[in-house]
């Protein structure tokens, strides 16, 4: 792989950043697995494991929804919930892998200064 340009670096990690934080169901078709967002991204699949743990990308991942949700973050939350308690299966999917019940999960841990949390997926 060529060496990446200035700041080029920083913007995949920013790519990869919102891709973890979002949903398996709310990800594009080509965007599915962490094989697809590596090749788009042309990184190797052991650096995104190494980023995974980086505070620069765990911040990014919590705040995924937040940073595309904008100002339609409550209608989309709403949207999410009302479709779960609805019964659709999708949407009740993706609130439970929001919630880290299934798919991406959250390690929450205590920390002398506050709280870590540590975003992974049941992909291998």
């Known amino acids: 792989m060529a060496r990446p340009k200035k700041g080029e670096l920083e913007d995949r990690k920013q790519q990869y950043g919102m891709w973890l934080g979002i949903p398996i169901l ?17 990184i190797s699949e052991n650096t995104a494991r190494k980023w995974r743990s980086e505070p620069f990308i765990q911040e990014i991942a919590r705040n995924a929804f937040k940073i595309l949700g904008g100002n339609d973050m409550a209608a989309v939350t ?13 949407m009740a999917r993706l609130y439970m892998e929001w919630q880290g019940e299934v ?22």
């Open 78 to 90: 709403r949207a999410i919930v009302d479709g779960a308690l609805e019964g659709s299966p999708s």
């Open 26 to 42: 709310a990800r594009k078709d080509d965007e599915k697995t962490q094989t697809q967002i590596c090749a788009k991204l042309n």
């Open 103 to 124: 798919g991406m999960k959250k390690d929450v841990s205590k920390t002398p200064t506050g709280f870590s949390v540590k975003f992974t997926t049941d992909e291998k």
